[in-house]
């Protein structure tokens, strides 16, 4: 089953494989990291934290379809069943850093996370 | 379409092989923007786009459900939440005094790419443990409905009550304060 | 109708008063009236699904109708405690009898309790009670009847101390409890036998055991574990049921309202030991049995003495009811399974007539319960005098009223025990029981209803009382005279020997042929023990010859009794009786005495127990303080000593270096690890990620 695993979309037999979907998960992390840390704007960072739960997202699904889940009676849908809830918190997740952002900005003007440091030293 | 492209299944990859490559463009593309645009509305559209390729996979990785749920949900949902953060939030005299990348652009960039080289290596170099062969896709809305309220009732049920409990969380944090 | 409908009756039997009990509990202040209505209607109700089962039982001619068994408590890994549910005819029987005495007690309350300032509690008390009795009833084992068991004991608690203003209803409140409680260690013990032995309490399980010989090792003092356990068992009923010597909490419990006294004190709770004995009839060995009968006819004949000479309404029904209760309990003890249960129904219906017909009276008398204070009533209160007396020739054992066939079953039953095994005492505490019986109810009659009024003030204001109160008088002593007719147990034949109708309970189908086979060997063992002839069968002459003799025998003493009583408490024109009870008094003094102090039982008691408390006590003081407290002394000394050696080491090293030493550490690092604490949270981030980084670099490198 390596080809399946390292297939890379070149034999038109086989269908792109495990690897290059976590790779593009790895790389949609990767970015979503870079953005978290880069921007200044604390609506910036929600951005970068929604493409790593779209990366996790991703990996799971991959998983799932590669992994052998499918077809095993327990773990059957168990793929989209996780998508669905991660989807559900994100929407939570997003909702909540919203309403803590407006809070924010009521309470300091601004939204600049690096102008925002009362809990230095 | 020569027989070479037809497997053993009757199933011909060459659409989806095609799709994803073409999938990934946007997706890396869009994602790349995301993150680095220096205005925030760019980003946000960005991650639009981002987000439907995510959509994508999902409908290639055999499971359509989670394609309409991604993009309902997200695209629909979380990203116009978003938009709304940024108009009510932003303050265009604010936008230009400071870079919106900040100083450590290239520090945070070399860590994630660390990072991301590390899982890289790890992908790779792991022995994943394989299904016998690669399932056909199929139709899976009515068993992830049967599925919600059987074995995965609690999970459900914890979900909305925390659906529930972040609506009242917002908007409690959201209320009008007294100053 | 069938034992699907039968089981969803008994759920509601049980779980109606319970629900309105504990609506009461929480709303009693708030719904009109306390809710009186609404607890009277819901008694009604569970005496109708109560007469369903019964007529149904009746119906059906089997004896087993219902007995589902659940899991119920998981002991250990292995173990279950299992609950279960049981109608049979008995309980269908005991059903009726205490929803029945509970539906007219609740309504004969709302008369009796008018104004009362806790009179929603007290309704509540009244469904608690009910709820307990119901499910003490229908448990098919010993783990859940003990729990109900403890449930009635608490609401008779709750209910003689209603008026806990009162000193003396408060300390018979108490007395009651304890008391009580006292046979409940005996059956606690005897339950953890059961359960020891037999790892079950259901009763069918015990049953199976008692053939399969499980119970039949060596215990200690010579018994088997089933002597053991069956004795142990039946303390605690001797506690329920006040027999001698646990019976001096049943005269005091009178301090409670008198509907509870009929409800709780005559009819139905102390009945309860006498349910669980005959229940557990063909558990109990031969030894065992004899232990019963011999207590009951003890008690019978000694309360019924105490009896004779009591001036307050009230006690004299209260020994009285002792009296009969040991009745019961040695009929049960000479195998008379039919006898005791059948009086034990007969009897509840009378006596709570009884009651609540004092009730009336004493109520009609502004709360005067000396009978020397009576006299005359019948002409002011004509139907309370009719109903009350129609109850007291059931007492007595007058055919044709109920209390005759019952007794005389009994007295046939122990006549042809003595027969055929001897221990004749029993036969003469039965028959003098009747006579005396017979006796000092004539001599209640009399005082009260009979004769000119001794006390003219209250006997002006006396007067016939409301509907609700009479009501259940009527219903009642309407059953005291056809309740015997009816041959509630006609099923079986009177005239059987009890042994062979044990038999022919546990043949009927309550039990599989299994636990039958089981009561015969068991009995079989009595009667080797007692050299009778077992072959007893349903021609027994000797039990036929037995019957009648006990039956001429008993319309003749109880006809000799209400004769003395006439001739002693029923003035003639001049006001005088023909022979003067004073006179005989002084004649028998010592005689007198001791039955007036009721054998000075409290005072021996508090001789022997408290007093004894108190002397252990004292001892223990003058020891506590000349050992121990030197004891102490010396140790506080040494822990001194001690004390300043550990203060140094404190001071020095604990202090010092480790404590203060470790406190200057963290306060250092955290002084100079705060520079990383920028509030920027990007920066922390970063941190993280590298902090990632570094681990995953030392787990790749040293793993790979």
Redesign the interface.
Same mark, same amino acid.
Request: glycine fraction near 10%; aromatic fraction near 12%.
């Given at each position: 089953m390596n080809e399946l695993v390292n297939s890379w979309g070149l034999n038109p037999a086989i269908p792109v494989g495990l690897n290059a979907y976590l790779l593009v998960a790895a790389i949609l992390f990767v970015l979503g990291l870079i953005a978290c840390m880069a921007r200044r704007n604390a609506i910036g960072i929600l951005i970068g934290v929604e493409l790593i739960i779209n990366a996790a997202i991703i990996n799971f699904m991959a998983f799932w379809r590669f992994g052998g889940s499918q077809t095993d009676g327990s773990g059957a849908l168990v793929g989209p069943l996780f998508g669905v809830f991660l989807i559900l918190l994100a929407a939570c997740e997003a909702a909540v850093a919203l309403a803590i952002l407006l809070s924010l900005y009521f309470n300091f003007g601004t939204i600049e996370v690096d102008s925002i440091h009362q809990m230095e030293r | 379409m020569s027989n070479e492209l037809i497997n053993a299944a009757g199933q011909n990859w060459v659409g989806a092989n095609l799709a994803f490559w073409f999938i990934t463009a946007v997706v890396v593309g869009s994602a790349t923007m995301a993150a680095f645009a220096r205005n925030i509305v760019q980003a946000a559209y960005a991650l639009f786009f981002t987000l439907l390729g995510v959509a994508g996979y999902f409908a290639l990785l055999g499971s359509s459900f989670l394609a309409i749920t991604q993009v309902v949900i997200y695209v629909g949902g979380i990203l116009v939440l978003l938009m709304f953060g940024v108009l009510l939030t932003n303050r265009p005299l604010q936008e230009r005094t400071h870079g919106e990348l900040g100083r450590y652009l290239i520090a945070a960039i070399a860590g994630a790419v660390l990072l991301g080289g590390v899982l890289v290596r790890v992908v790779f170099s792991t022995p994943w443990k394989m299904a016998p062969a690669p399932a056909v896709p199929v139709p899976e809305t009515a068993a992830i409905g049967r599925m919600l309220v059987g074995n995965y009732l609690l999970p459900l049920e914890l979900a909305g009550m925390l659906l529930l409990l972040c609506l009242l969380g917002a908007a409690y944090l959201v209320r009008r304060q007294e100053r | 109708m069938n034992d699907q409908l039968v089981l969803n009756l008994a759920c509601v039997i049980f779980l109606l008063p319970l629900a309105c009990f504990a609506l009461m509990a929480v709303f009693h202040e708030r719904i009109p009236r306390h809710g009186d209505w609404l607890a009277t209607t819901a008694l009604g109700v569970t005496l109708a699904c109560a007469i369903a089962i019964f007529v149904h039982a009746a119906m059906t001619g089997r004896n087993l109708l219902v007995n589902v068994t659940f899991d119920w408590l998981p002991l250990g890994m292995t173990n279950m405690l299992k609950g279960g549910i049981l109608v049979d005819r008995l309980t269908a029987v005991m059903l009726v009898v205490v929803t029945l005495v509970s539906f007219l007690v609740h309504l004969f309350s709302v008369g009796y309790m008018a104004g009362d300032v806790r009179y929603g509690r007290y309704y509540c008390g009244l469904l608690l009670f009910t709820t307990s009795m119901l499910g003490l009833v229908l448990a098919n084992n010993l783990i859940y009847l003990y729990i109900f068991w403890e449930l009635v004991g608490l609401s008779s608690y709750l209910l003689i101390g209603h008026w806990f203003e009162k000193k003396s209803a408060s300390d018979a409140a108490i007395k009651a409890f304890i008391t009580t409680r006292l046979g409940d260690v005996g059956m606690f013990i005897g339950l953890m036998i059961c359960y020891w032995k037999v790892g079950s309490l259901q009763y069918a399980d015990l049953f199976a055991a008692v053939q399969n010989g499980v119970l039949s090792g060596q215990g200690f003092a010579g018994y088997d574990w089933q002597t053991l356990a069956g004795l142990g068992i039946f303390f605690g009923a001797m506690g329920k049921s006040a027999q001698f010597p646990l019976h001096v909490w049943l005269p005091d419990a009178m301090e409670g309202p008198t509907p509870v006294s009929a409800l709780i004190h005559a009819a139905t709770m102390v009945a309860a030991g006498v349910y669980l004995t005959g229940r557990l009839l063909p558990f109990f060995s031969p030894p065992t049995l004899i232990f019963i009968a011999y207590i009951g006819g003890i008690t019978a004949i000694f309360a019924a003495t105490i009896a004779l000479v009591q001036d307050d309404i009230k006690k004299v029904l209260a020994y009285s009811t002792v009296s009969q209760l040991g009745y019961m309990i040695m009929a049960l003890g000479v195998g008379g399974y039919v006898s005791g249960l059948f009086h034990l129904t007969t009897h509840a219906m009378f006596k709570a007539c009884l009651f609540l017909g004092s009730g009336a009276v004493i109520h009609a008398m502004h709360h005067e319960q000396s009978m020397s204070q009576y006299g005359g009533l019948r002409h002011k209160m004509p139907w309370t005098a009719t109903f009350y007396i129609m109850a007291t020739l059931a007492l007595c054992g007058v055919p044709p009223f109920a209390g005759f066939w019952s007794k005389d079953l009994i007295l046939g039953d122990t006549l042809a025990f003595t027969m055929q095994h001897g221990h004749w005492f029993l036969v003469v505490a039965g028959f003098g029981t009747a006579f005396l019986t017979a006796f000092y109810m004539t001599r209640q009659v009399f005082l009260t209803f009979f004769g000119a009024p001794r006390n003219e003030h209250k006997f002006e204001h006396a007067h016939e009382v409301a509907w609700q109160m009479l009501l259940p008088l009527v219903i009642l002593g309407t059953l005291s005279l056809v309740g015997g007719l009816g041959g509630w147990f006609e099923k079986y034949n009177p005239k059987l020997d009890g042994i062979t109708q044990i038999k022919a309970i546990a043949e009927a189908g309550y039990q599989s042929p299994l636990v039958a086979t089981a009561v015969a060997a068991a009995h079989q063992v009595a009667a080797a023990a007692h050299e009778g002839a077992e072959g007893a069968g349903e021609h027994n002459p000797v039990v036929a010859q037995a019957h009648h003799t006990a039956m001429v025998l008993s319309i003749v003493l109880a006809f000799a009794g209400i004769g003395l009583g006439v001739l002693m408490y029923r003035e003639r024109k001049n006001g005088k009786a023909l022979l003067n009870p004073d006179a005989l008094a002084r004649a028998f003094r010592p005689v007198y005495v001791l039955l007036w102090n009721k054998y000075f039982f409290d005072e021996i008691y508090n001789a022997v127990f408290v007093e004894t408390t108190h002397i252990a006590a004292r001892v223990c003081a003058v020891f506590d303080r000349l050992v121990i407290d030197s004891v102490v002394n010396f140790a506080g000394l040494m822990g001194k000593v001690g004390a300043f050696v550990v203060d140094m080491l404190d001071r020095l090293v604990v202090d010092g270096l480790m404590v203060n030493g470790s406190a200057r550490a963290a306060g250092f690092m955290g002084n100079e690890l705060?520079?990383a604490?920028?509030?920027? %949270?990007?920066?922390y981030?970063?941190l993280m %990620?590298?902090g990632?980084?570094a681990l995953?670099?030392v787990v790749?490198v040293l793993i790979?």
């Amino acid at each position: 089953m390596n080809e399946l695993v390292n297939s890379w979309g070149l034999n038109p037999a086989i269908p792109v494989g495990l690897n290059a979907y976590l790779l593009v998960a790895a790389i949609l992390f990767v970015l979503g990291l870079i953005a978290c840390m880069a921007r200044r704007n604390a609506i910036g960072i929600l951005i970068g934290v929604e493409l790593i739960i779209n990366a996790a997202i991703i990996n799971f699904m991959a998983f799932w379809r590669f992994g052998g889940s499918q077809t095993d009676g327990s773990g059957a849908l168990v793929g989209p069943l996780f998508g669905v809830f991660l989807i559900l918190l994100a929407a939570c997740e997003a909702a909540v850093a919203l309403a803590i952002l407006l809070s924010l900005y009521f309470n300091f003007g601004t939204i600049e996370v690096d102008s925002i440091h009362q809990m230095e030293r | 379409m020569s027989n070479e492209l037809i497997n053993a299944a009757g199933q011909n990859w060459v659409g989806a092989n095609l799709a994803f490559w073409f999938i990934t463009a946007v997706v890396v593309g869009s994602a790349t923007m995301a993150a680095f645009a220096r205005n925030i509305v760019q980003a946000a559209y960005a991650l639009f786009f981002t987000l439907l390729g995510v959509a994508g996979y999902f409908a290639l990785l055999g499971s359509s459900f989670l394609a309409i749920t991604q993009v309902v949900i997200y695209v629909g949902g979380i990203l116009v939440l978003l938009m709304f953060g940024v108009l009510l939030t932003n303050r265009p005299l604010q936008e230009r005094t400071h870079g919106e990348l900040g100083r450590y652009l290239i520090a945070a960039i070399a860590g994630a790419v660390l990072l991301g080289g590390v899982l890289v290596r790890v992908v790779f170099s792991t022995p994943w443990k394989m299904a016998p062969a690669p399932a056909v896709p199929v139709p899976e809305t009515a068993a992830i409905g049967r599925m919600l309220v059987g074995n995965y009732l609690l999970p459900l049920e914890l979900a909305g009550m925390l659906l529930l409990l972040c609506l009242l969380g917002a908007a409690y944090l959201v209320r009008r304060q007294e100053r | 109708m069938n034992d699907q409908l039968v089981l969803n009756l008994a759920c509601v039997i049980f779980l109606l008063p319970l629900a309105c009990f504990a609506l009461m509990a929480v709303f009693h202040e708030r719904i009109p009236r306390h809710g009186d209505w609404l607890a009277t209607t819901a008694l009604g109700v569970t005496l109708a699904c109560a007469i369903a089962i019964f007529v149904h039982a009746a119906m059906t001619g089997r004896n087993l109708l219902v007995n589902v068994t659940f899991d119920w408590l998981p002991l250990g890994m292995t173990n279950m405690l299992k609950g279960g549910i049981l109608v049979d005819r008995l309980t269908a029987v005991m059903l009726v009898v205490v929803t029945l005495v509970s539906f007219l007690v609740h309504l004969f309350s709302v008369g009796y309790m008018a104004g009362d300032v806790r009179y929603g509690r007290y309704y509540c008390g009244l469904l608690l009670f009910t709820t307990s009795m119901l499910g003490l009833v229908l448990a098919n084992n010993l783990i859940y009847l003990y729990i109900f068991w403890e449930l009635v004991g608490l609401s008779s608690y709750l209910l003689i101390g209603h008026w806990f203003e009162k000193k003396s209803a408060s300390d018979a409140a108490i007395k009651a409890f304890i008391t009580t409680r006292l046979g409940d260690v005996g059956m606690f013990i005897g339950l953890m036998i059961c359960y020891w032995k037999v790892g079950s309490l259901q009763y069918a399980d015990l049953f199976a055991a008692v053939q399969n010989g499980v119970l039949s090792g060596q215990g200690f003092a010579g018994y088997d574990w089933q002597t053991l356990a069956g004795l142990g068992i039946f303390f605690g009923a001797m506690g329920k049921s006040a027999q001698f010597p646990l019976h001096v909490w049943l005269p005091d419990a009178m301090e409670g309202p008198t509907p509870v006294s009929a409800l709780i004190h005559a009819a139905t709770m102390v009945a309860a030991g006498v349910y669980l004995t005959g229940r557990l009839l063909p558990f109990f060995s031969p030894p065992t049995l004899i232990f019963i009968a011999y207590i009951g006819g003890i008690t019978a004949i000694f309360a019924a003495t105490i009896a004779l000479v009591q001036d307050d309404i009230k006690k004299v029904l209260a020994y009285s009811t002792v009296s009969q209760l040991g009745y019961m309990i040695m009929a049960l003890g000479v195998g008379g399974y039919v006898s005791g249960l059948f009086h034990l129904t007969t009897h509840a219906m009378f006596k709570a007539c009884l009651f609540l017909g004092s009730g009336a009276v004493i109520h009609a008398m502004h709360h005067e319960q000396s009978m020397s204070q009576y006299g005359g009533l019948r002409h002011k209160m004509p139907w309370t005098a009719t109903f009350y007396i129609m109850a007291t020739l059931a007492l007595c054992g007058v055919p044709p009223f109920a209390g005759f066939w019952s007794k005389d079953l009994i007295l046939g039953d122990t006549l042809a025990f003595t027969m055929q095994h001897g221990h004749w005492f029993l036969v003469v505490a039965g028959f003098g029981t009747a006579f005396l019986t017979a006796f000092y109810m004539t001599r209640q009659v009399f005082l009260t209803f009979f004769g000119a009024p001794r006390n003219e003030h209250k006997f002006e204001h006396a007067h016939e009382v409301a509907w609700q109160m009479l009501l259940p008088l009527v219903i009642l002593g309407t059953l005291s005279l056809v309740g015997g007719l009816g041959g509630w147990f006609e099923k079986y034949n009177p005239k059987l020997d009890g042994i062979t109708q044990i038999k022919a309970i546990a043949e009927a189908g309550y039990q599989s042929p299994l636990v039958a086979t089981a009561v015969a060997a068991a009995h079989q063992v009595a009667a080797a023990a007692h050299e009778g002839a077992e072959g007893a069968g349903e021609h027994n002459p000797v039990v036929a010859q037995a019957h009648h003799t006990a039956m001429v025998l008993s319309i003749v003493l109880a006809f000799a009794g209400i004769g003395l009583g006439v001739l002693m408490y029923r003035e003639r024109k001049n006001g005088k009786a023909l022979l003067n009870p004073d006179a005989l008094a002084r004649a028998f003094r010592p005689v007198y005495v001791l039955l007036w102090n009721k054998y000075f039982f409290d005072e021996i008691y508090n001789a022997v127990f408290v007093e004894t408390t108190h002397i252990a006590a004292r001892v223990c003081a003058v020891f506590d303080r000349l050992v121990i407290d030197s004891v102490v002394n010396f140790a506080g000394l040494m822990g001194k000593v001690g004390a300043f050696v550990v203060d140094m080491l404190d001071r020095l090293v604990v202090d010092g270096l480790m404590v203060n030493g470790s406190a200057r550490a963290a306060g250092f690092m955290g002084n100079e690890l705060s520079y990383a604490q920028t509030g920027r %949270v990007r920066q922390y981030l970063l941190l993280m %990620v590298l902090g990632i980084l570094a681990l995953s670099g030392v787990v790749l490198v040293l793993i790979k």
